[in-house]
T-cell receptor, first 116, second 108 residues
Framework: EAGVVQSPRYKIIEKKQPVAFWCNPI?????LYWYLQNLGQGPELLIR????????DSQLPKDRFSAERLKGVDSTLKIQPAELGDSAVYLC??????????????FGPGTRLTVL | DAKTTQPPSMDCAEGRAANLPCNHS???????VYWYRQIHSQGPQYIIH???NNETNEMASLIITEDRKSSTLILPHATLRDTAVYYC?????????FGPGTRLSVLP
């Protein structure tokens, strides 16, 4: 079974340019997450989708960040315009609620963004 | 969600048990304790979770104190491939909150 797929793996852009990240979750997983991870820190949630609906986007900087999950499957995270401080790893995860309190999130490898 | 605290780093000799502690003194009765790990350049990976009882799976064991204020993740025979950052998370129904975790170095 394929895991969570993200592309690109690496992206280098100049500040003020736009950038987009793509995520394909595990088939059948209705919950999709986008996280940001700075060096030496744990992942921080940006947005969580339940199917097509963004149920928690409280940590998404909406002035420059946007996300969509059309048809409740693939998702795209966009930054426009990018700033130097946006350099980080952007992780996508998906999950399917199981029994016994299990909410196992499966993470993709991430996209490492460098803004020059 | 309750906050967790973990030591920033630990070393363990290859083949020995690695015991990673986590403090979650403000955990509520319905919050689960989850453990994830993140190997360099990869996304985090689920290890184990529990509520009150100790748990064991093919990867690790989770020991939760009776008052549930702390827990220990045990890797019974650590290998070099277990070198990673380990995250302890208290979770119920909302979002996982990852702290900085414990960087475990397994030494040959």
């Amino acid at each position: 079974e394929a895991g969570v797929v993200q592309s690109p793996r690496y992206k280098i852009i100049e500040k003020k340019q736009p950038v987009a990240f793509w995520c394909n979750p595990i088939s059948g997983h209705n919950t999709l997450y986008w996280y940001l991870q700075n060096l030496g820190q744990g992942p921080e949630l940006l947005i969580r989708y339940e199917n097509e609906e963004a149920v928690d986007d409280s940590q998404l900087p909406k002035d420059r960040f946007s996300a969509e999950r059309l048809k409740g499957v693939d998702s795209t995270l966009k930054i426009q315009p990018a700033e130097l401080g946006d350099s980080a790893v952007y992780l996508c995860a998906s999950s399917l609620r199981g029994t016994g309190g299990l909410v196992e999130q499966f993470f993709g490898p991430g996209t490492r963004l460098t803004v020059l | 969600d309750a906050k967790t605290t973990q030591p920033p780093s630990m070393d363990c000799a290859e083949g020995r048990a690695a015991n990673l502690p986590c403090n979650h003194s403000t955990i509520s009765g319905n919050e689960y304790v989850y453990w994830y790990r993140q190997i360099h350049s990869q996304g985090p990976q689920y290890i184990i979770h529990g509520l009150k009882n100790n748990e064991t799976n093919e990867m690790a064991s989770l020991i939760i104190t009776e008052d549930r204020k702390s827990s220990t993740l045990i890797l019974p025979h650590a290998t070099l491939r277990d070198t990673a950052v380990y995250y302890c998370i208290a979770y119920y129904g909302q979002n996982f909150v990852f702290g900085p975790g414990t960087r475990l170095s397994v030494l040959p």
